[in-house]
């Protein structure tokens, strides 16, 4: 069902694999000649497998090329990245001591994906400083930048 909603007043949202999601559901309405508002990606990574792997090309198998669909977009794009974000990050000590890392997105992808954004779509990205993948909210907690952003964005896309 439709909620009735204009297509240009929606602002597409998706954080780390999220990302995905938005960029394939704003491709597709891009390839049918219609323009959502906009679209905000958070740690969005370039591919599932260049997570883990330092590959500069697509390769088979790998679905979740934002990287190959980013340049098709027809609306506004804000990057949202950590500049500390890096290919793993110590995670919480489980019951035997030993710590697990979480895979998280490299802020080089951040900045490829940038430059892949048509430009007359680039939106300033929004770099925060000394931020990882899990905790780029709170350190903008204090001076409220991140919000304040969002809200900016979401008004050049009105």
């Known amino acids: 069902k439709t909620k009735g909603k204009q297509p240009e007043k929606i602002v597409l949202y998706g954080r780390s ?3 995905v999601i938005s960029c394939f559901l704003a491709e597709r309405q891009s390839s049918k000649g219609i323009k959502i508002g906009g679209i905000v990606l958070q740690g969005a990574p370039m591919s599932a497998y260049r997570i883990s792997f330092n590959f500069r090309f697509s390769i088979p198998g790998d679905k979740f090329c934002i990287i190959d669909r980013i340049q098709k977009l027809r609306s506004p794009v804000l990057l949202i990245h950590g500049t500390n974000d890096e290919v793993s990050q110590p995670n919480c000590d489980i019951s035997d001591g030993i710590s697990k890392s979480a895979q998280v997105v ?3 992808h951040a900045c490829e994906l940038y430059h892949r954004v048509p430009s007359e779509f680039r939106y300033k990205p929004f770099w925060v400083r000394d931020a990882g993948h899990n905790n780029l909210e709170m350190k903008c907690m204090k001076d409220g930048s ?4 969002l809200r900016e964005f979401i008004l ?3």
Do not use: K
Request: proline share 8%.
């Open 17 to 19: 694999l999220g990302a």
């Open 106 to 108: 490299p802020f080089w």
């Open 146 to 149: 991140f919000f304040r952003t």
């Open 156 to 158: 050049y896309c009105a």
